[in-house]
């Protein structure tokens, strides 16, 4: 009787072992002042969010996506009033937008990623897998770079808190992001099974490992994310 159940546990924690987990969504806001997220599922897909929330600095708000497939658009507005409307930025261009998919494939979820500043940039955002189950190619993406500050006098937007281009200033200054509709980010990516999608806003830096001596405090090293 004893040999028996022990069996059973072993087969039950085997089965939850070998179960998929559906990803979540972690929204972290470490800009000195308030987001809203805006999380904007793509068409004839559900919502994961309600869109009310507002995210004071060093706030975290944490969605789950669909346990089968889901896409869509992460950006962050700015200047909203106590109903989220009326906002500055974010809720259209120019806006930095995050795009995800996320598909389970079976065994594991297949996740794929972008920053994109083809709408332009209003805040700077950086996306990283974590709790990664299938390993594969999952690097860190984004702009952690404020390109408002040296945005063209004639691209300024929204009284100086977005930017809309040109293309070339946003790709030398954010070599990890999509700047074109044609435009795809220089490191590959082919990300198994993560346990979560983190989108952090305002990140200062675009490192997923420990620097090395001699490096310089904002640098950005295309590398496999911490799980």
Known sequence: M??????VAVLLAASAAGSTTATTLTIHNLCPHPVWPLVTPNSGLPSISDNTARLDPNALLSLSFPPTFWAGRVAARTGCDAAASGCWTGAAPPATVVQVTVHDGGDLDQAAYSVSLVDGFNVPVVVSPQAIAGGGQCP????????????????????GVACRGPPEYFKN?????????????????????PGELKVVFCQATIVTGAAGAGEAEM?????????
């Open 2 to 7: 004893a040999r028996a159940l022990v069996l």
């Open 140 to 159: 860190a993406l984004g702009c952690p770079v404020d390109l408002n500050c040296d945005c063209p006098p004639a691209q300024r937007a929204a009284e």
């Open 173 to 193: 200054r954010c070599p990890l992001t999509r700047t074109t509709p044609t435009d795809v980010e220089p490191v590959p990516q082919s990300c198994r099974g």
């Open 219 to 227: 640098v950005i090293r295309s590398v496999v994310a911490d799980s």
